[in-house]
């Protein structure tokens, strides 16, 4: 009878360890498939977006061919669009935040991890953080009716007045002084990705073990060179993606952009002119887009925006690949 009875028992226990596995086997399958799943359903969501534009668009590439991205002239009257001027706004915008951007926010990064005290670090940190939240719509407001005036007033008007319109610099910054142009639309951009590119940069910089500081500072290395040869480079490939992501951040702004940037179609010809953006032309026209030709432009023009964005992130993809090495 023990005999039988231990037969039995080591069946049942054989059964439950033969039922735990294939359960564990499932568990896996599954997991696998909502993995799969998932990215499968968003690759397919990628590519009916992409689609979706290209049939949209299609009418505009058919109708003015490739001088659709070589020529500026936008009017729906005459039917006739062309997207240089909102795909050359949206890259000197954009460029223009980076390059105002970038070094306040390493010197606010640098500051937080380095020289400030650590009671006031942290408010700080949550201060800079809280500034990443804002909506666009309240930068965009700002800039119209606080910054924009101010900027005219003081900067524009006075350039204006005492310089020489006829030399190089008088070039650069002529325009109407009424402060809505692709400098002040730079600088409201600058503010809003200014805050996301510190909090980043912050979290980068303290990711670096104190060993590695302590380090450098025991050879006799000064602050500076701490930062410059040890603390950048240890968090080079971060620091790329930051500033990539920040800068696709700055190419899709639509409403703060809108605002303040004057909404001119032409191409501009100085660094106070007035211009326009894809995403401020897009915003400011498609409700309005009653012909199927101006429809079809504004989804090319959207496109065109897709393919721009994602040609940064892919060489920004390439850059971290190249920084493995």
């Known amino acids: 009878m023990a005999t039988l009875a231990d037969s039995a028992s080591g069946l049942s226990v054989s059964d439950e360890r033969s039922f735990t596995r294939a359960s564990a086997r499932w568990d896996e399958y599954l997991f696998r498939a909502a993995c799969f799943s998932a990215a499968t359903l968003l690759m397919a969501a990628l590519a009916g977006v992409l689609v979706s534009l290209a049939i949209g668009g299609w009418p505009a590439f058919k109708a003015f061919g490739?001088?659709?991205?070589?020529?500026?002239?936008?009017?729906?009257?005459?039917?006739?669009?062309?997207?240089?001027?909102?795909?050359?706004?949206?890259?000197?915008?954009?460029?223009?935040?980076?390059?105002?951007?970038?070094?306040?926010?390493?010197?606010?990064?640098?500051?937080?991890?380095?020289?400030?005290?650590?009671?006031?670090?942290?408010?700080?940190?949550?201060?800079?953080?809280?500034?990443?939240?804002?909506?666009?719509?309240?930068?965009?407001?700002?800039?119209?009716?606080?910054?924009?005036?101010?900027?005219?007033?003081?900067?524009?008007?006075?350039?204006?007045?005492?310089?020489?319109?006829?030399?190089?610099?008088?070039?650069?910054?002529?325009?109407?002084?009424?402060?809505?142009?692709?400098?002040?639309?730079?600088?409201?951009?600058?503010?809003?990705?200014?805050?996301?590119?510190?909090?980043?940069?912050?979290?980068?910089?303290?990711?670096?073990?104190?060993?590695?500081?302590?380090?450098?500072?025991?050879?006799?290395?000064?602050?500076?060179?701490?930062?410059?040869?040890?603390?950048?480079?240890?968090v080079r490939r971060g620091t790329v993606g930051v500033i990539m992501l920040g800068l696709g951040r700055a190419l899709g702004e639509t409403m703060a952009v809108t605002f303040i940037i004057g909404n001119a179609h032409g191409f501009p010809h100085s660094l106070f002119d007035s211009g326009s953006t894809i995403a401020s032309t897009i915003a400011n026209e498609f409700t309005e887009a009653t012909g199927e030709l101006h429809e079809a432009s504004l989804i090319a023009l959207g496109l065109v925006l897709f393919l721009i964005t994602f040609t940064v992130l892919a060489i920004a993809r390439a850059l971290l690949s190249s920084q493995k090495h």
Not at 104 to 124: H, N, R
Not at 143 to 171: C, E, I, M, R, Y
Not at 205 to 213: A, E, K, L
């Open 66 to 234: 490739f001088s659709f991205l070589t020529t500026s002239e936008w009017n729906p009257v005459t039917e006739m669009f062309g997207a240089a001027g909102p795909i050359v706004g949206t890259l000197v915008t954009a460029f223009l935040s980076l390059v105002m951007a970038l070094p306040l926010a390493m010197g606010v990064a640098v500051f937080l991890t380095e020289f400030c005290p650590e009671k006031l670090s942290k408010p700080i940190a949550v201060a800079v953080e809280l500034l990443a939240g804002i909506p666009s719509i309240v930068y965009g407001m700002w800039g119209l009716f606080v910054f924009a005036p101010w900027f005219a007033k003081h900067v524009q008007t006075p350039l204006v007045a005492h310089l020489d319109p006829n030399s190089w610099l008088g070039h650069f910054v002529a325009g109407v002084p009424n402060g809505a142009n692709i400098f002040t639309a730079s600088a409201i951009l600058a503010i809003m990705i200014l805050p996301y590119m510190a909090a980043v940069l912050r979290e980068l910089f303290m990711s670096v073990p104190p060993q590695v500081r302590e380090a450098a500072f025991g050879l006799g290395s000064t602050p500076f060179e701490v930062v410059a040869k040890v603390i950048v480079p240890y």
